[in-house]
């Protein structure tokens, strides 16, 4: 264990601990804005700045393992100031359109600016516009709005082992470029991680405030992995998908069909009722009807064919435990053996 | 005396404005040559330390806006104060230098560059504004004056270079914070590739680099070194494991031509990649029958296994280099046969005798008489050089002769002993490689000296030896050994290998049209371009510098690909910016011990694990493991990125 003092509290950590860890495991907060749980600090913001004893250059907390002894300040006029000065230099290039921003209401960048009470845009530089391309059609890359804390294209490399995104160009001028275009699997990770509304996703066209929607935590159902998500509801309508960091087997990432793919469930299209064949044509019935005719149909088989006529096919759709009951199904009150599940073909 | 006006270079602050010349107050922290390139003096510095002004005429906050700019241009993007603070800095001091400052600048570009300077991640950021904030301090009458005349001030001439300690104190100035960021970043194809724009040798020389990189690391004032050189073989090695080629991007000149190579080692091999780069085509005429050198046939496998070399260099024969083997120029083929079917020749033949120790009897060829390097290459090639003999005693101090008794134990000889003259501080190998040795158990016979050789029927029993005492300072700065009289003493040994230096084997010049040589006996070539006298002939590597070490051999061969394509291409030849650039920073040292970081220490760097021993002194499997990938990012997040910008007015 390692011995420190912060803001006069006195802590000890394992050794390898980072300063912001230690701080957090000891109730204090320090402003961040790089830094994500799931990322290795990537110390892009500077908003975590602290004094150590005894030294003349503010650390980053995020990136600086503790050592034995060190008294640590967390907040002081000179590290109020670096963070003051910092955020107004975002502003040089971050518009401030926050009421039409879909991240208005839990952006960072936004909660900082208000706590720091800095009141517009201070500081003007020259800028050069330049295009930039994201890989994916599925989510809307704006360069304005982008601050460069590059949470996206570390999430990219780390979380996902992609490396699609990177920082291109030098000093005022960098944008987050496809490097490896063919790379991206659309997963949007870049968007779960993102802090502010420079990554939102292209689908739809209105999406309901942040405040407004009610996200309902479930289960995905395209695959057998079970990731936690939260389907956004605005008005009885899903309107996106998110989840929550460090939540379910998933701890917040998805894949393009979990964090895209929900619009079948209002599709036009979608079965609601079951439908019966008559006469070469489907009919609406209930679904009474509907089990009904199945379970004669399959008394019929197995009696006629033996229940080895049958076979089951479960979908890699349904839960594990929904998996569970269809071969307990199939051998119990079937009584066959022949039952597979699609994620094997 | 000093001519310089005005110095803050390291924070102290010399004013010489207003004084007579003779009165001149004299810079103590740096020297800044008169001259940068033929014809081109230095009118000023400005760079991570503070900046110097030698004349007048030089307008600071000019200076300061070119120099603020060029930060801004090498800005990565990676942290928002450096990224945005520093182009707000140098718009509004391009702004003031339009003639349209207003009273309020100056404030905010003090307040700027105050956060700037505390708040970047890396030392660009950190020391880009130090020199704005020393002028706004000391030329605050500049700067307001600069407002309120709304004149626009004539932009002044300027060449900057970026650099950081331990690149500069590279020889072939490979961009260390670069390749190590990538790793930190887990970006590992990324970081060879950062490595093989100047190297095709990255396993090689991530193995048995003298790293002087490391000695200038600026982590080292903090707690330890980075291990650069680690990271640097945990790249080559990640890239062998997934069993990739490497991949290079030939970048083809408008003329190509005909370029022969003498000497397949380190320096041969890196002339031929950059030359295959550019789209010559190469032949290199070699004498034995692998590639590598001294590397291949001097240091053993159990530092640097012959695979890696091997792949390396097929890598470069990939590229479409031909390598002859057992072609021995001088020998096999005539130099001025060779000269004639080519376009350029580079001669990189290394130091391949040994140097004598000026005993009676040397060259009598008794058995158990072994020079080092020829003992090195005999068990490179697998063999024992004298089965009979059990006892070995080595003589010298330096790598060559700590490879032979490091060896030694491996061909199975038991009693291995080391004579030097001086103590184990005057050392010139590798203290690592002392290290190794000691535990594996050579017996180390310091202050000792040998002055006569036993023997008997021919075959050596033993060295009569006299002991040895520190004098005064010589001119290398160690102290001279001088002899104890009456202290002979006799160490017996069937082996005896003299290990104290090599020379370099000039006979292929032997019979040819006149390439001038020095008094060392090493071909005399410019120091910028590496051609000899006659224009068609480039030379580097050991023969030009003497025994030396595998990275200047490249940084050599590099230098001369880059001026045979010149020549081919009818191009002058002559220092580049950046050979200018290299001269200044000797001067204007880029590494200081002494500098004040102010960061927080005590992250030590991660060792490697090695194999006990007893067990490694058996074997030539190699010694030191290397890093797995979770260790290598680990220590390359120590790095502190330490990138400069040093500019001067012309
Ligand atoms: C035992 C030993 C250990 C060393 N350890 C280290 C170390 O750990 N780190 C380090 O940095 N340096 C080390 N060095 C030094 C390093 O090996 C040399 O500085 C480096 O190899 C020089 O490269 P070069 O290309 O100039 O010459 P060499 O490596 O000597 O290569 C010259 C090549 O030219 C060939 N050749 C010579 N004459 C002819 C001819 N007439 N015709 C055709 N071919 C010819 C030779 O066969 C050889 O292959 C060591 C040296 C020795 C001897
Ligand atoms: S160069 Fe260094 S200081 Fe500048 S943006 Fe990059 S990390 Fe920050
Ligand atoms: S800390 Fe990194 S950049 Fe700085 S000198 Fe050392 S290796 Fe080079």
């Known amino acids: 264990m390692v011995n420190l003092t912060i803001d006069g509290k006195e802590v000890a950590v394992k050794e390898g601990t980072t300063i912001l860890k230690a701080a957090r495991f000891a109730g204090i907060e320090i402003p961040t804005l790089c830094y994500h749980e799931r990322l290795n600090p990537i110390g892009s913001c500077r908003m975590c700045v602290v004094e150590i004893e005894g030294l003349s250059h503010p650390m980053t907390a995020c990136n600086t393992p503790v050592t034995e002894g060190i008294i640590v300040t967390t907040d002081s006029p000179r590290l109020q100031k670096m963070r003051m000065e910092t955020l107004k230099l975002l502003l040089v290039k971050h518009p401030l359109d926050c009421p039409v921003c879909d991240k208005g209401g839990e952006c960072t960048l936004q909660n900082l600016v208000h706590e720091f009470e800095i009141e517009g845009t201070v500081y003007l530089a020259e800028r050069e516009d330049r295009e930039s391309l994201y890989p994916t ?35 005022f001028n960098t944008s987050i470029t496809a490097v490896n275009r063919d790379k991206c699997e659309s997963c949007g990770e870049c968007i779960q991680v993102c802090p502010t509304g420079a990554l939102t996703e292209n689908l739809g066209e209105y999406k309901g405030r942040p405040w407004m929607v009610n996200r309902v935590m479930t289960t995905c159902t395209y695959c057998g992995c079970g990731c936690q998500l939260e389907i956004n509801v605005f008005n009885n309508r899903i309107v996106g ?61 197995k009696a006629s064919h033996g229940a080895d006529a049958i076979a089951g096919i479960a979908s890699a759709r349904c839960t594990n435990e929904e998996n569970y009951l269809m071969q307990k199904f199939m051998r119990a009150v079937i009584g066959t053996n022949n039952i597979d599940h699609c994620a094997r073909l | ?412 000889k038991d009693d291995v002993n080391l004579v030097y003259r001086r103590t184990k501080n005057e050392m010139p190998a590798d203290h690592v490689e002392i290290r190794d040795a000691e535990e594996e158990g050579v017996k180390f016979h310091y202050l000792t000296n040998p002055t006569r050789i036993l023997t008997k029927k021919g075959k050596v029993i033993g060295v009569e030896c006299i002991r040895m005492e520190l ?20 160490i017996e040994c069937d082996i005896l290998v003299p290990a104290i230096g090599q020379a370099i084997d000039l006979k292929l010049l032997e019979g040819e049209e006149k390439v001038e040589t020095t008094r060392r006996n090493t071909l005399a070539v410019n120091e910028f371009t590496m051609q000899t006298n006659n224009p068609k002939i480039f030379s580097a590597g050991d023969c030009v510098t003497g025994p030396s070490t595998l990275i200047r051999a490249c940084a050599g061969g590099r230098k001369a690909a880059i001026n045979i394509d010149r020549l081919i291409n009818g191009k002058e030849l002559k220092a580049t910016y950046e050979d200018c650039f290299d001269k200044l920073f000797e001067k204007v040292k880029v590494f200081d011990s002494r500098e004040n970081i102010g960061f927080l220490g005590g992250r030590k760097r991660l060792h490697l694990e090695m194999l006990p021993p007893d067990e490694r002194k058996q074997t030539f499997d190699e010694v030191e493991k290397g890093y797995s990938q979770l260790e290598a990012m680990s220590e390359a997040d120590r790095c502190l990125r330490c990138y400069r910008v040093g500019m001067i007015a012309v």
């Open chain 1, 137 to 171: 059609p599925l989510i809307h890359y704006w360069p304005d709005r982008c601050i460069m804390c590059l949470r996206c294209a570390t999430a990219c490399r780390e979380i996902k082992g992609l490396g699609a995104i990177d920082i291109d160009g030098s000093g």
């Open chain 1, 241 to 301: 998908v998110t989840t929550k960091d460090g939540i379910g087997v998933n701890k917040g990432s998805l894949c393009v069909k979990g964090r895209f793919g929900y619009e079948f469930i209002e599709s036009e299209e979608r079965l609601s009722k079951p439908l019966i064949k008559k006469d070469g044509k489907f009919h609406e019935a209930s679904w009474d009807e509907a089990l009904s005719l199945v379970a004669e149909k399959f008394k019929g088989i």
């Open chain 2, 1 to 412: 005396m000093t001519d310089i006006l005005f110095s803050s270079w390291g924070g102290v602050v010399v004013d010489n404005r207003g004084k007579e010349s003779e009165n001149y107050e004299k810079i103590e922290k740096v020297s800044l040559p008169e001259q940068f390139a033929q014809d081109e003096n230095i009118n000023a510095l400005i760079g991570w330390y503070g900046f110097l002004l030698r004349v007048q005429d030089v307008n600071i906050v000019d200076m300061c806006r070119a120099y603020l700019t060029a930060i801004q241009n090498e800005s990565c993007g990676k942290c928002f104060t450096c990224r945005i603070g520093t182009k707000v800095l140098a718009d509004t001091l391009t702004r003031i230098c339009r003639g349209k400052g207003q009273d309020e600048d100056l404030e905010v570009l003090s307040r700027l560059a105050e956060v700037i300077r505390e708040g970047s991640k890396c030392n660009i950021g950190q020391s880009g504004p130090i020199s704005l904030l020393d002028a706004l301090k000391y030329f605050a009458k500049d700067f307001e004056k600069a407002i309120q005349d709304k004149n626009p001030i004539p932009e002044g001439n300027y060449t900057y270079k970026l650099t950081a300690p331990c690149m500069d104190a590279c020889p072939i100035h490979l961009d260390i914070p670069g390749y190590v960021e990538c790793i930190k970043e887990g970006k590992f194809q990324e970081s060879l590739s950062v490595i093989t724009n100047k190297l095709p040798l990255p396993g090689t020389l991530g193995r048995v680099c003298v790293r002087p990189c490391e000695e200038h690391c600026r982590r080292t004032i903090l707690d330890e070194p980075i291990s650069i050189k680690h990271l640097k073989r945990f790249v080559a090695d990640n890239n062998l494991e997934k069993n990739k080629g490497m991949s290079f991007k030939p970048t083809p000149s408008e003329k190509t031509g005909k370029v022969a190579i003498i000497g397949a080692g380190p320096g041969g091999l890196t002339c031929a990649y950059h030359l295959a780069l550019m789209g010559h085509e190469v032949t290199v005429y070699e004498r034995h029958g692998e590639p590598g050198g001294m590397a291949a046939m001097g240091i053993p496998d159990y530092r640097l296994p012959r695979d890696i070399l091997g792949f390396e260099a097929d890598q470069v024969q990939k590229m479409g280099v031909t390598i002859r083997y057992n072609a021995t120029v001088g020998k096999d083929v005539k130099l001025s046969d060779i000269d004639k079917e080519s376009d350029a020749v580079f001669i990189a033949i290394g130091a391949q005798t040994n140097t004598e120790m000026g005993l009676k009897g040397e060259d009598k060829g008794y058995k158990g008489f072994i020079p080092g390097v020829q003992y090195l290459q005999e068990v490179n090639m697998g063999t024992d050089p004298y089965p009979e003999g059990k006892k070995v005693l080595v003589v010298g101090g330096g790598n060559v002769a700590i490879d032979c008794v490091r060896c030694s134990f491996r061909i199975g």
């Open chain 2, 471 to 490: 004098g005064e300072p010589d001119e290398s700065g160690r102290r001279r050994p001088v002899p104890v009289e009456g202290s002979e003493f006799v």
